[in-house]
């Protein structure tokens, strides 16, 4: 198995962790504020990447290197994207977000080309136009009335996430994908902490009450060690030998796991349109791994 049929593997298994996460991220927040949880996983998840450094297995080594870069990039992720998704779903309906959300292929296409010098194919571009169109089936329903400040808030969301699997890939011959984990992680440690504090100083027994609930810390170890660090170690891994584009098509294939984990698991309703939706989202998920199977990448 070459590199870049081993980056289409590890970038749909970070993609399926993604996608269970906002199950886990729902039971979560039956316990605890979004602050907290944001706060308490990137604790989490910073203590491990550490734990890891500790035991030798890794190394950082950052001195020489575009480490301005690297702090954009962990600002973007998490920081930017989640502030951004978090306001733009609280102001639109799921419908209009999931359809927005389904638009950062697009967009990391276009930043692909623009800024790395990526070729892009004909069929590069009907399959990340399939996806989109997939994501758009898999949140059928009334889109509700347009609130401007929910679009741009969501707007800044999918910038974001295509800014960062950018500047991840623009910068992998120097960083490799524990560098830029760990530093994804300090950097939502920091920031949500921070974000919880503020919010929360007047009341420690916000802190408290979740800390003491066991279905709290088992959806907090799945997004810390599941979400925050195996499926960004992955992800980074993937955006050394894949393009930012279809490193990106592939990513709507968290829809497709979402979906299906809300419908066997919540017992969400499910409709034809969005078993369609699935349909289209597969297709073009494997159609990029097939391009990618027959095509090794460079950077």
């Known amino acids: 198995m070459n590199n870049t049929a081993k980056a289409t593997l590890a970038a749909l298994v970070s993609n ?11 039971l979560a927040l039956d316990h605890a504020e979004p602050s907290i949880l944001l706060s308490v996983r990137f604790i989490t998840a910073f203590m491990l990447m550490n734990l890891l450094l500790l035991s030798g297995k890794q190394k950082i080594a950052f001195r020489g290197k575009p480490v301005g870069k690297l702090l954009l990039m962990g600002l973007i992720q998490p920081v930017v994207y989640y502030v951004c998704e978090t306001n733009g779903i609280a102001l639109t309906t799921a419908s209009f977000s999931g359809i927005m959300i389904g638009l950062i292929p697009v967009a990391g296409l276009v930043l692909g080309v623009v800024f790395l010098k990526e070729r892009c194919t004909v069929l590069q571009v009907l399959f990340t136009l399939l996806s989109v169109l997939g994501v758009a089936l898999t949140t059928t329903g009334g889109l509700g009335s347009f609130s401007l400040p929910g679009f741009l808030y969501l707007l800044g969301a999918v910038m974001a996430a295509a800014g960062f699997t950018v500047i991840s890939r623009s910068i992998s011959s120097w960083f490799s994908p524990f ?5 994804i992680t300090a950097m939502g440690m920091t920031v949500f902490t921070g974000m919880a504090l503020v919010q ?25 060690v599941g979400s925050s660090v195996c499926g960004f170690l992955l992800y980074n891994y993937a955006v050394n030998h894949l393009s930012a584009g279809r490193t990106l098509i592939l990513s709507n294939f968290t829809s497709v796991v979402s979906v299906v984990a809300g419908i066997l698991i919540l017992k969400d309703a499910f409709t034809a349109l969005q078993l369609l939706g699935i349909v289209l989202i597969l297709i073009s998920v494997f159609g990029v791994s097939w391009q990618s199977g027959k095509q090794v990448e460079h950077k």
């Not at 560098?179 to 530093?183: F, G, I």
């Not at 420690?204 to 997004?223: D, E, I, K, N």
């Open 200 to 224: 929360n100083r007047t009341d420690p027994a916000v802190w408290l009450r979740p800390l003491s609930q066991g279905g709290f810390w088992t959806a907090v170890l799945y997004l810390a």
């Open 179 to 183: 560098e830029r984990t760990y530093v």
């Open 16 to 26: 399926a962790i993604f996608g269970f996460s906002f199950l886990f991220s729902k």
